[in-house]
């Protein structure tokens, strides 16, 4: 755009230079004509003014005669005597009695005759030089003979427009500065409203117009940044919506099967802890344990089985609200990077208990949509997971990789692989691969299916993969 302006800029004032150059071609010297016919009859008029009675030229009609570059010729009535503005008197003087008696040889054009002076134009076929006269007869009697060469004004024109084709190639040069410097100022705004309709465009909200203009490009670009904020705001609004709509279509025929499940799963996984507190309690009863440390191994075991029992049914609920869909999904646009970095920070001490080290090398910002608090949830559930089957190393490295649109998400731990057979069940509820390991570090089989159910709710996609050291589990969410 700023090129296309500025070559219409410029087109715009060579074409006004062509045309005033042709103008001045082809009309300064009629024009310049024109003007030295008014200097003449002007200086014929104070010339009738200025002349006494004895025909002298007076010191004010030589100023008049040099100022405007006429030769002024007075002769007495029968031209014996004569006197001249210029030394070539006799000359002039001879041109005039031509010009009285009718003969002359010289080619001229009468502009003009009336009764007080004749106005022409002659040319001097002896040296080819043309004239513009006027001559008469004064009132006291006396001739005269008003002379301006015409080649003067033919070389003025020349001059001049020689001149002007000189400052008109300047004038281009310096109109290609000024309009470039020009243009850069006012597009470079337009510019920048262009790459933040774009930006927008790709549902690039971080995009804001910085200009501080104070003119209809400023305010444009201050309604870029109101529309902005406007369309971040609805489309979050929207993708929340649609998720809950889709969620809206499967809710009817899930909840009868969910809540039949989860009465099962309830009772099937509450049977193990319940019966181990009633066992002791009733052992307590008994007096079985009649030393203080073996009750307090009773009461331990009874404690440790409520909080168990405690811990799975908080996630049972959680999970339920999920399910149910008690718990929407709330869409907002958040840095992944900086989500993920929180956990490992907050899960330090965790970490140092196990003597594992978690690697996160991502450096920029992973901008995603999703739930940031149930992300949290998902990334949290990954590490605990990860940090209770790290083995060998006891390693755990975390990545972000973006795949078009989708930024995946992997956390990897060294240790024993998950066998074949039990990978596609890993996410369902109460599932395990290892229960007396699960159940040796307070693991109740639901984590996974809490993640799996976050998941569904943003309607994207998570898994588990062997790898040649360790496992890798992956969670999916749309960048930005």
Known sequence: MRSELSLLLLLLIVADLVAIGLITRFYLGPFYKQDKIRAM???YDKLVKMVDDT?????????L?????????????DLTDSQSTKHDSNRNRTRLFGYISGFYNDKITILKKSDEYTLQESTDSKINTSYLEMWGQLSNGYWFLLQTPLESMTGAVRLTLLFYIIVGLITVVVSICLISLIMRRYTRPIAMLTDLSKRMANQDFNAHYTGKERNEIGELGQSFNKMSRELEQTISELKSANIELQKDNERKTQIDEVRKEFLNNVSHELKTPLALIQGYAEGLKDNIAEDPESRD???DVIIDEASKMNTMVRKLLTLNQLEFGNDPVVMERFDLRELIAGVISGMQIMLEEAK????????????VWGDSFKIEEVVTNYL???VNHAEGDRIIRITCEEEGKIVKTKVFNTGQQIPENDLPHVFEKFYKTDKARTREYGGSGIGLSIVQAIMDGHGKECGVENKPDGVEFWFTLESV
């Open 55 to 63: 025909g002298s030229l007076s010191d004010e009609i030589m100023e």
């Open 384 to 386: 605990s997971n990860a």
């Open 356 to 367: 594992v080290k978690a690697f996160f090398m991502q450096d920029t910002p992973v901008m």
């Open 297 to 299: 191994m009773y009461l």
């Open 41 to 43: 009859k002007e200086t």
């Open 65 to 77: 005669s040099v100022q405007d570059n006429i030769m002024i010729l007075l002769a007495n009535s």
